[in-house]
């Protein structure tokens, strides 16, 4: 089920004018909820979008280097936010890299936090969310170009960094999924070669 679902998704950018169902929301919102967490911290809150206004104040705020009109088209996004924590004693992340250990350890703390945060807590929750969706016959998109802090200032955030944002909705018209690259080019056995 998974492979299929995975070999039908891609990233739509004309949704119908179709709402979702409250039922199907609340199960893309479960899906997320229940994802894992490094030390199983939760740090999340995901904010469920559906008012135009604000939709279409998202798009505007993700219009940064590229126009992206076709996001206010989405009845539903939902914005992923992690919790904002001092990481002075971020130990797991210094000794992730530690060719950079000196450098990470003098880095300024609020932009360690914002690039610890950002890297690795809501990107797993996200997937689980298009997943779900995908499975009730709701399309998404990631939306990469975007300008984090103008969401989070229009959203009232405190104490958490929006991090990602995800357009769901119907798609109006299906089109073809995009080639990915064969596993011989991705994968290698024990050794890089």
Known sequence: MLLDLLKKRYSCRQFSQRKIDP???????????????????????????????????????????VPQKWIATAPLIIVLCTQLFDCANDELGLHRFPSVHEQLQHMDRAL????????????????????????????????SSV???????????????????????????????TSKKGKDSILFFNHFT
């Not at 899906?31 to 469920?48: A, D, T, Y």
């Not at 200032?153 to 018209?173: C, S």
């Open 112 to 143: 360690y936090s914002i690039v610890n945060m950002e890297e690795h807590q809501t990107k797993i929750p996200g997937e689980h969310m298009v997943l779900a969706a995908l499975e009730q016959g709701v399309y998404s998109t990631w939306i």
């Open 147 to 177: 300008d984090c802090e103008k969401v989070g200032e229009l959203l009232g955030l405190k104490g958490y960094l929006a991090t990602n944002v995800l357009a769901f909705g119907y798609p109006e018209k299906n089109r073809s999924v």
């Open 23 to 65: 039922k199907t929301i609340d199960y893309i919102l479960e899906c997320g909820r229940l994802s894992p967490s490094g030390g199983n911290e939760q740090p999340w809150k995901f904010g469920v979008i559906t008012d135009p206004a604000i939709i279409q104040q998202i798009a505007q705020a993700a219009s940064v280097n």
